[in-house]
């Protein structure tokens, strides 16, 4: 039997996104501009369950894990999951996508148990504007702690910014500056419409061709894509340390090359951020014994991931929000 991880569509997935909980503690106006709602409290996964789950897919080629959320820092046991997951047979890569808010006081731990690539979340670099966006006055010391993690060994720093018409679409000069001399990829991701913003993003969604065009105008070139790199097309001038990439799910043929699958902080297995619900997977996390039967199920549900989804249709699927199946 094949044990690799390929669709009915010859697309292969050395990528994880794992949601370690949908807890959020900023409030970002595109996601959750009313903060997290605590609804009736969730069993998120334990670290042993995690274990079992990133070792199964470590064995069906993957080898790049993302720790996502919410906000996964959140979770009290993230220093003991981070080490654990980086010291899994198979594992290359553990990234972490995070809002920065404890970045400063523990990227250098973070580092030592295992973290190889960090994601930020930076929609502004004016602070009043990245205060009004997060509902926090944070910006300075999130910067300090990018500026920490650049002194480390990371294999990769990425800064993200969600692209909002007529609010941060016009600030890419403030992100160019940075670059000149920072080694970070800057990515500017496409506003999504989820099952909750449909008047948010009738009002704020701007294409990023807008932002291709103001890059090609000023001598940017367009990156050979990686084979584990994330949906990003990637930016590079010769004058500058630092790249752009862009994240454009409404672009052409955005899903060709999608290289990732998802499972939330509850046990459910995502084709798709804009698929339909989730396949419950948990009940094979219990032991390392049911290790066989969890990638048997893995493969089973990957026959149903669809050739792309359905955003051009208006239809974002069953996500409510971004937070709730980890971005």
Known sequence: MNESLVDPYGRRFPYLRLSLTDVCNFSCQYCLPDGYQCGEKKQFLTETEIKNLISAFAELGTYKVRLTGGEPTIR?????????????????????????????????????????????SVDSLDANLFHSLTGHNRLKEIIQGIDLALESPLKQIKLNAVLLKNVNSHQIDQYTDLLKTKSISMRFIELMQT???????QRYHVSSQVIKNHLFSRGWTEKIRDKAAGPAVEYFHPEYQGSFGIIAPYSKDFCDSCNRLRVSAVGDFHLCLFGEEGYSIRHLLQSSAQKQELKDALRYHLDFKKKSHFLHDGNPGATPNLASVGG
Do not use: C
């Open 76 to 120: 009290k046991d993230f220093d003991d999951i981070l080490s654990t997951v980086s010291r899994i047979p198979g594992v290359e890569q553990v990234a972490m996508t995070t809002n920065g808010y404890r970045l400063k006081q523990n990227i250098t731990k973070w580092v030592n148990l295992g973290l190889t690539h960090l994601n930020v």
């Open 195 to 201: 099952g909750d913003n449909h008047d948010y993003f």
